[in-house]
């Protein structure tokens, strides 16, 4: 060892690392922050509260359904059923309540709570055929959730038949669709879900299995963690905020059909992944996934406000995750040529 | 012996970093001979194989072939030159049909540019057969026995153009029928003037296929000699090199076995069997004790004690703890049984990019917390425990990956000792350590047995049984053949039994 290089050395590579080990962290902060430069520069009509406001709004239902996925990617599993449990729970609620009479669906009537009560039981029963296939059966939960999605899918086109329900419980009305004092309830539903999840992940002793059943699958079944059931509650929470988020969403857009949740898998994904949480698992957070929505929130929003061709839209939203993706594959091959080093 | 060698190789040199692997060997092989190795693991051997088959190309010394110089850059060029190697782990497709594993990477065409299935099935049932196997070359090579698809590896070694063909540990997973087919074919091989590198650790295996036999130890040739001409003690003896050395004294030294018949029982095997890896395995496990498991690579002992801690199923048998019948399903029930493992592979054991005190407490982390963390108290544990057990480290907030693999290997001992298990089973726990952090295992191993801990220490190296067990299992393919209980065992009869 040279006594003379070594100090600036490590002083320098000190940097580096903690920059390498924080650049999932960083670089999507920095994506957000000169998103809204941007745009603030580009429409003057962007940086409004108003607007701001509508931001919030606008990214709520996805942000409800990111929660459910990033316990799922945190676990380095993925979730494809989300958007279609979404659907399917926003129209077992509708098909519980009364309808207006030229709805044509044949509907059961409930009384409110037991419609919300039943919906979100079948979301937790889908959650379950999810966890049984993955962990009992072994099918990788990529194939396994694919065949969710249409199931979820089939069960919306059974019980709406092409029609389109309206009405959904009062409750599932403000929460979705109401405000107080100003603030849309659903902001604050998806704020208290994200506040939750982030404490379950960072205080509790399960949200530290899920970190270190996706750290390192074996060396946590090794130290004696039953990791399938870690897994098969990821899945079976991913689809409860699904419920939780098509219930609402259901509520928010003031009709409940078929198809309606589609772009939400997209965009649940891609704002997890986008705001830094690792596909490998064991890295990441809600804090990761909160500004992970609001690049994608800002991006949507900020797209309208400028004079932009909106098929052109579509395809710089694509390549905002492609970038996304590559930050996020490198920063972990970062941390892996980082082990490998210091190992 | 005029014959002049169709492979001959002088003066051969290898090292890795510092540590050299070879010194100065030389080494014939003669047209139409079998020619066993033997040495323990590291001796050279292996090694030396590469090289020949062309896997390391970076070497001293001169390699001859037919007695023209040869130096390989890649299995591909040895294979060109009529050397071809079997290893331990075979490399057959399980989904694709006999005929295609014969003929992987080198599918015959017919003239449109499409494979010739017809004849391709055809040449592969006919060099099956000329290796007396008749066999459907449609079957899927994985639904076959282990043994019918190594003769399907030697049957395509053979048919890329081997002359020289390695077998690196042929017969560690084979039955004793399975053997003598194989060593059938090797023999009419052999007459038909093919030549063979036999590796094993089974020197029984050695002496009855080998017609000349050659011992490498501490990466040098000790001693080559027809087959007839020596035996299973002989091969010991040079092997772990009695009165050679003084640092190698300790292995050829007595160790006094110190059975506890008077302690209680605290787990118990009977007769557990998982195919294909052991059988009707038996077992006693007493609380204050280390048993050794011994028995050589793919003996089936790594695979027992990954049953006995929940992460591998059994056939048949039945597990008890403390008197209690137990079904371990689930590495959890185990540890809930009270039963502590230590895998082999410490990447394996922990997280690398989580700070200590995470990896230490969690395997107890449902004992001191319900629902809610508590860091601190498990900063304190891991605190109390990288004092105890000397692992180096600045604060237990260190990222793990930062540590020494010796340090590491605490880490993973650690885990378990907050609240110390019934039984500690410690696969390998030794590997890859130097003599230091060995010595800090060894006595942190007695402690543990001398609190009252059931250990079980599973071991592929003589030298860390011996060095821990109180008494010794040997596993032989699958079976414990042997138990040493009383009075003392020295490395040679330990070698003997497996």
């Known amino acids: 060892m040279d006594a003379q290089t070594t100090p600036t050395r490590s002083a320098g590579s000190r940097l580096g690392a903690m920059l390498g080990s924080q650049l999932r962290n960083i670089a999507p902060f920095i994506t957000l922050i000169a998103l809204v430069v941007f745009f603030g520069v580009a429409s003057p009509s962007f940086l409004s509260m108003d607007n701001f406001s509508n931001v919030l709004n606008q990214v709520s239902v996805t942000a409800i359904i990111a929660v459910g996925l990033t316990f799922v990617i945190l676990c380095a599993e993925i979730d494809l059923s989300v958007a279609a449990i979404a659907n399917a729970a926003g129209i077992v609620v509708a098909f519980f309540t009364v309808q207006e009479s030229y709805v044509n669906i044949a509907n059961v009537p409930l009384p409110g709570w037991a419609a919300i009560v039943v919906a979100l039981a079948s979301c937790v029963a889908l959650g379950l055929v999810n966890a049984f296939g993955v962990t009992r059966i072994g099918i990788p939960s990529f194939i396994m959730t694919l065949a969710m999605m249409q199931i979820g899918a089939g069960i919306c086109a059974m019980l709406v038949r092409g029609q389109i329900a309206y009405a959904v419980p009062p409750i599932l009305v403000t929460l979705g669709s109401g405000s107080i004092g100003g603030v849309p309830w659903i902001v604050i539903v998806a704020g208290i879900t994200l506040l939750v999840a982030h404490l379950v992940l960072t205080y509790t002793r399960f949200g530290r299995y899920v970190y270190m059943v996706g750290g390192n699958r074996e060396a946590a079944e090794f130290s004696g963690v039953n990791v399938r059931v870690i897994i098969g509650a990821v899945l079976v929470i991913s689809a409860v905020c699904s419920g939780l988020a098509g219930m609402l969403g259901v509520a928010y857009f003031g009709s409940a059909q078929q198809n309606e949740f589609d772009t939400f898998l997209l965009d649940a994904i891609a704002a997890v992944v986008v705001g830094g949480t690792s596909l490998f698992g064991g890295r990441g957070g809600i804090g990761n996934t909160i500004v992970g929505v609001l690049i994608l929130g800002v991006l949507n929003n900020g797209l309208d406000h400028v004079d932009i061709d909106s098929f052109l839209k579509i395809l710089i939203r694509g390549l905002i995750l492609l970038a996304a993706l590559v930050i996020n594959v490198y920063a972990q091959r970062l941390r892996t040529v980082r082990g490998a080093a210091s190992a | ?498």
């Open chain 2, 1 to 498: 012996m005029t014959q002049p060698p169709v492979l001959e190789l002088s003066g051969i040199s290898k090292a890795f970093g510092g540590v050299r692997a070879l010194r100065d060997v030389d080494f014939a092989l003669k047209a139409g001979e079998i020619h066993g190795l033997v040495g323990e693991n590291g001796a050279g051997k292996s090694t030396l194989m590469k090289i020949i088959a062309g896997v390391h190309s970076e070497y001293e010394g001169r390699m001859r072939i037919d007695g023209q110089d040869v130096r390989f850059r890649s299995a591909r060029d040895a294979l060109a030159a009529g050397v071809g190697m079997v290893h331990q782990e075979l490399s057959i497709v399980p989904d694709l049909s006999v005929a295609e594993n014969v003929f992987l990477g080198a599918q015959p065409l017919t003239k449109l540019g499409i494979v010739d299935w017809a004849g391709m099935r055809r040449a592969a049932g006919e060099q099956l057969r000329r290796l007396g196997i008749d066999l459907d070359p449609r079957t899927p090579a994985g639904a076959l026995p282990i043994g019918l698809q190594q003769l399907i590896e030697i049957a395509r070694v053979l048919f890329s153009g081997a002359r020289i063909i390695i077998l690196d540990e042929p017969t560690s997973a084979l039955s004793p029928p399975e053997i003598e087919r194989l060593f059938g074919v090797l023999r009419r091989l052999r007459d038909e003037g093919r030549s063979f590198v036999f590796i094993s650790h089974f020197l029984d295996d050695i002496l009855r296929i080998s017609d000349s036999v050659t011992v490498f130890r501490n990466g040098q040739r000790v001693m080559s000699a027809a087959a007839a001409d020596t035996d299973k003690a002989m091969l010991i003896d040079r092997m772990i090199g009695a009165g050679h050395d003084e640092l190698e004294e300790s292995y050829t030294g007595e160790f006094k076995l110190d059975p506890k018949p008077g302690h209680p029982v605290v787990m118990s095997v009977d007769g557990l069997s998982l195919a294909g890896r052991y059988r009707d395995v038996s077992l006693e496990v007493r609380a204050g004790e280390v048993l050794g498991i011994y028995g050589f690579m793919g003996c089936g002992q790594l695979e027992l004690a990954r049953t006995m801690f929940g992460k591998l199923p059994s056939d048949a048998g039945r597990i008890s703890v403390a008197g209690q019948p137990v079904r371990l399903s689930t590495t959890a029930k185990a540890r809930r049984a009270g039963i502590a493992f230590v895998p082999e592979s410490r990447r394996a054991m922990l997280f690398h990019h989580e700070p200590i005190y995470k990896n230490v407490s969690i395997s107890i982390l449902d004992r001191i917390s319900r629902w809610l963390l508590k860091p601190d108290s498990e900063r304190g544990i891991a605190r109390k425990h990288v004092e105890k057990l000397r692992i180096r480290t600045p604060h237990v907030d260190a990222e793990l990956g930062a540590l020494s693999g010796g340090n590491q290997q605490k880490v993973a001992l650690a885990k378990w000792l907050t609240y110390p298990p019934r039984v500690l089973i410690l696969s390998e726990p030794t590997r890859g350590m130097d003599v230091g952090a060995k010595e800090d295992v060894v006595g942190i191993v007695r402690g543990l047995r001398d609190q009252g801990i059931g250990v079980v220490v599973v071991s592929a190296e003589p030298e860390t049984v011996l060095a821990l067990a109180d008494r010794i299992l040997v596993m032989r393919k699958g079976e414990i053949a042997r138990e040493f209980a009383d009075g003392t065992v020295s490395k040679d009869r330990l070698l003997e039994a497996a």
